[in-house]
Structures are given as structure tokens and as C-alpha cells.
């Protein structure tokens, strides 16, 4: 029987051991998604217990604890901090299987030296311990990314943003971390939400352009995209339903920008026209400026409609949506491929069933521009786990080219989920060793090696051209 989570956790062979420990776990991490606050970087925030800096804003802890039955005033709700972390580590160890438990064990290991199994029995002695040591030094925000060697954060920031944290964070020599926004212009493109229109305001002010027209939105989007790129900026990030393949004429396009802009409801084959226009534009423009563009889709959005009305959005009532055609994801990028304007490209679905489709998707649209210029993105989601993972990997692996593969994101609000790259790490490490002793690739620990620190870390940093140090 193995050890509970030793220092050869999930690794099975002498291969997976070797790769792991020589090549990928001094790797810096690049964190090129996650939701993390600029802010809170900058002014170094402290937390003074685990309750804070664990449960704070996961809605993965969240989901779980409503599976086993907790009330939500232990969750959300006005429960003391002591008691909301009881309840949590009575769930959790009974979390068997759920990746919740082994991220929540590697940062108990890795940020607070416990080496235990968190349950109702242990709960006590975990509160203290954590207690005692954030109030010490080096758990700051930046104190936990400087503990996880972590080279690159990118921050997820709205066309709007100021971006005044970032301009001082990149002033300051003393963090050594580089910490970049990356663009998410979501509420510009949700044409269909009740906010749009007042965002659309929020814009022209910001950026003193006059949105009357769809021409002016995207004359506005350039020059905050201008702002972004002088703040080093070379990413974005999208959030889909799916990737569409709806063109419409200029003139249909300002048509329906000028009926919602009056007030009017759009229907969703109108919807649809928009958002293709949008994306259409915001690619042209990536390519302009040497950009990366992410799209995420697959998901369905706050389904709990009552606890959306109570709690609003990301707070862990979305689900997988089994919608995302193939033929229009294939469709899209054909058209910017056709019209000069297809940027270096990360596709994510949430759903596990559309692996297959993304990557002979992405061999249709490769080209000596770039390393994988069309990659499949990470498990995300309600895939990073050990199965989800091993899927995405094995996948690209089958159909597409695992070396160029630009690795792992935390896509997390959390300053102590930096242990999923070592658990992403983990699971490549062993999955490339069973090939190796199955006799499915040779020995070559030169070449598993280079393999292994480029999907950990090289990989990301060359495609999206990130400076690592100060």
C-alpha cells in the first residue's frame, strides 16, 4: 500500500519518479489564467485564519459543502469563521476521490507543513496551527506566490479597469514576480444582459469615444486594448456559450446594436450575429498586437435561480452544457484563418466529451507561426482532476503534439491553489512514465525531460512572450 500523499504521491513508476523530481518540481510556474486580485497583490494582503484565505471566495468548496448536506449559513452565510471551517473539514474528509481533497492536503503540506489527514477529528488542531502561522511572515499574498516560485501571474481585468494596481506592481522592484492583466471583454460583448447598455456607458467614459455605433464600440475596445498592451498586456480571455459561426452584414450589425442601444430585446439569432462581429473584430486585433486569444465555453451559467437572486453570480451553480458544435468552432476559426486575422489560439470546453473534437480542430489551423499556435487548453473546471486531466493530456497526445503544450493554469481567486500545477505535474509525470515502461517510448531522459520542463513552464512562457523576473 502506498503512503497517504508522500513525496512520490501519484507517481507509480521509477519513470514518473525521476521526471517529477529532476524536471518538473523546480519548475517556476506560470499562472497565465487565474482570478486573482491585482489589488490585493499590491497591498500585500493578510489573512488571520485559514477560513479567509480558503473558503472565502470558493465556490468549489461551496458545491461540496451544499452536496453533504451543510446549511448555507456555514457557507455563505453570517456563521462564525471557526465553525464555517469545522464544517468544511468535516466534509472534506469525507471528500474520497474529489480533487478538493488532495489540492486542500498539497497546501496544508507545501504552505503550513502538516502532513495529517484533515476530518471533524483533526479540524481543531489544523485551525490553530494555519492560525498561527499566517500571522507570521511570509504568508502575506505575496509572501504565498513568493513561496510557490511563481514566475508570471496574469490577472483577468475588464476593458474598464484602471489598471493602477498593475502600473505600481510593475514598479516595484522588490516582488519579483511580473504580475500582467489580461483582457476579458465579456460585458461589451453580452449584448443580451439586462447591464449591457449601462456598460457600454461605463466604456465611452472611459475610453472618450462616443459608442452611438458598433463602429464606435470597436474604435473604444481598440484604444483600452492600446492601454492594456502599454501595461503588457498579450492575452485574452473570452467566456462563450460557444465558439458561433453566424456572419452578418456590417449593416445588420449596426442595426442591432442601434435596436438594443434603444432599449430593445435581441432575439438569439441576433445575439448570435454580435457576438460573431465581436469576436471577429477582437481577433483582427490580437493579431495586430501579437496577442494570445483564450476562448472558454461549455458552461451554463446560474441555474439555481433563487440562489442566484440571493447570491449572484460564481458562487457555484453552473453546470456543464452539452452544446458546442464542432462545425461552427471549426467554421470561426476558418474565417479569421481565411481573413489574415487568426491569433495564436487556446480552446477550452468544459465539457470532457468535446477532447476529441478540439484537437483535430487545432491540426486543422497549425502553422510554423508558433509552437501549437492552436492549442487545447487545460482540464478546466470540473475537468482538473486526476481523470480529467489524464484525459486531456492522453487526448492531445493521440491527436495533436503533447510537447508543444503550454501546461497548467489555477483559473482560481485563491492565493493557495498554486499546488494544482504541482498536482497537473504529478499526473504528466506519471502518465509519461507508464508509456516509457509499457515500452510505448524509449528512455531517453534527455528528450522526457525537455518534454517535461516545457509543458511545465518553457512551453508558456515562449508562446505567450512573457519576461519572467524583474
Not at 473584430?281 to 451554463?300: D, P, S
Request: aromatic fraction near 12%.
Amino acid at each position: 500500500m502506498a503512503a497517504f500523499m508522500d513525496k512520490d504521491f501519484l507517481l507509480n513508476t521509477p519513470t514518473a519518479r525521476r521526471l517529477f523530481h529532476e524536471f518538473a518540481e523546480g519548475c517556476p510556474i506560470i499562472d497565465y489564467h487565474c482570478h486573482l486580485s491585482p489589488q490585493e497583490i499590491w497591498e500585500d494582503r493578510r489573512y488571520e485564519n485559514i477560513t479567509q484565505v480558503w473558503l472565502g471566495g470558493d465556490h468549489y468548496k461551496w458545491r461540496l459543502m451544499r452536496c453533504a448536506g451543510v446549511e448555507e449559513k456555514y457557507i455563505t452565510g453570517d456563521a462564525d469563521e471557526h465553525e464555517k471551517f469545522l464544517k468544511w473539514a468535516e466534509v472534506l474528509g469525507k471528500a474520497i476521490g474529489n480533487p478538493l481533497y488532495h489540492w486542500s492536503h498539497l497546501e496544508l503540506q507545501r504552505f503550513f507543513g502538516w502532513y495529517g489527514a484533515l476530518s471533524a477529528r483533526t479540524a481543531e488542531e489544523v485551525w490553530q496551527l494555519t492560525k498561527e502561522k499566517l500571522a507570521g511572515e511570509g504568508f502575506s499574498a505575496r509572501g504565498l506566490i513568493a513561496r510557490s516560485n511563481v514566475a508570471v501571474i496574469c490577472t483577468t481585468d475588464d476593458p474598464v479597469d484602471s489598471l493602477e494596481y498593475h502600473e505600481k506592481l510593475a514598479a516595484d522592484a522588490s516582488f519579483a514576480t511580473v504580475v500582467l492583466p489580461a483582457w476579458r471583454p465579456d460585458k461589451a460583448m453580452n449584448i443580451e444582459k439586462d447591464t449591457w447598455k449601462a456598460y457600454i456607458a461605463r466604456l465611452a467614459e472611459v475610453s472618450g469615444v462616443a459608442i452611438d455605433s458598433f463602429e464606435a464600440l470597436k474604435k473604444a475596445l481598440s484604444l483600452r486594448m492600446d492601454f492594456f498592451a502599454a501595461h503588457g498586456c498579450t492575452l485574452s480571455d473570452h467566456a462563450l456559450n460557444y465558439v458561433m459561426d453566424a456572419p452578418a452584414s456590417p449593416e445588420a450589425v449596426e442595426a442591432i446594436f442601434a435596436r438594443r442601444m434603444a432599449g430593445e430585446a435581441v432575439t438569439a439569432a441576433e445575439e448570435a450575429a454580435f457576438k460573431y462581429a465581436f469576436m471577429f473584430f477582437c481577433a483582427g486585433e490580437y493579431v495586430r498586437r501579437g496577442w494570445a486569444m483564450q476562448l472558454h465555453y461549455g458552461c451554463r451559467r446560474d441555474n439555481n435561480l433563487t440562489m442566484f437572486d440571493r447570491l449572484g453570480p460564481d458562487t457555484g451553480y453552473d453546470c456543464i452544457n452539452n452544446y458546442a458544435p464542432s462545425a461552427e468552432t471549426a467554421a470561426f476559426l476558418g474565417a479569421l484563418e481565411k481573413a489574415g486575422a487568426l491569433p495564436r489560439t487556446i480552446l477550452y470546453s468544459l465539457n470532457p466529451n468535446d477532447n476529441q473534437a478540439i484537437d483535430t480542430i487545432c491540426g486543422c489551423f497549425q502553422s510554423s507561426e508558433a509552437v501549437s499556435k492552436i492549442q487545447h487548453g487545460s482540464a478546466w473546471w470540473f475537468n482538473d482532476h486526476f481523470q480529467g486531466m489524464t484525459d486531456q493530456l492522453t487526448s492531445l497526445a493521440n491527436l495533436g503534439y503533447l510537447a508543444g503544450f503550454v501546461g497548467m493554469l489555477t483559473d482560481s481567486r485563491s492565493f493557495l491553489s498554486y499546488p494544482r500545477h504541482e498536482y497537473f505535474r504529478r499526473i504528466l509525470c506519471r502518465l509519461l512514465g507508464e508509456w516509457v515502461e509499457d515500452g510505448r517510448y524509449p528512455d531517453d531522459m534527455e528528450l522526457l525531460g525537455e518534454i517535461v520542463r516545457g509543458i511545465s513552464f518553457e512551453n508558456a512562457r515562449n508562446y505567450f512572450g512573457f519576461p519572467t523576473r524583474k
